[in-house]
Nanobody, 124 residues
């Protein structure tokens, strides 16, 4: 049984930082692309950042480029998202997912296994 568990969300002031973590079990972690997605109230779930199975390639949404950094530790079945210079518009539930990496985009339809999400709230 595949389990995807996110942690690290919370409340932070604008300009602050958070680091999200995701631990995956029940699958061969280094065979899967991984991604971070987010969903704000009333909006569709969008791809924030995705990473190839060996970490060699990454994708970032324009809205987070230069502020967020995705990384993975295949030895620990862990995915990370370092979020710096947070803005109120980053407020959302953030989800970790396992699936297939695609160049130049991060479509949620390419991802199979999903976590329950962690809330990130950025106050102004």
């Amino acid at each position: 049984q595949v389990q995807v568990v996110e942690s690290g969300g919370g409340l932070v002031q604008a300009g602050g930082s958070l680091r999200l973590s995701c631990i995956v079990s029940g699958l061969t972690f280094d065979s899967y692309g991984m991604g971070w997605f987010r969903q704000a109230p009333g909006k569709e779930r969008e791809g924030v950042s995705c990473i190839y199975s060996n970490g060699a390639r990454t994708y970032y949404a324009d809205s987070v480029k230069g502020r967020f950094t995705i990384s993975r530790d295949n030895a620990k079945n862990t995915l990370l998202l370092q979020m710096n210079d947070l803005k109120p518009e980053d407020t959302a539930i953030y989800y970790c997912a396992a699936g297939y990496y695609r160049e130049y985009s991060c479509p949620r339809t390419d991802f199979i296994y999903w976590g329950q999400g962690t809330q990130v709230t950025v106050s102004s």
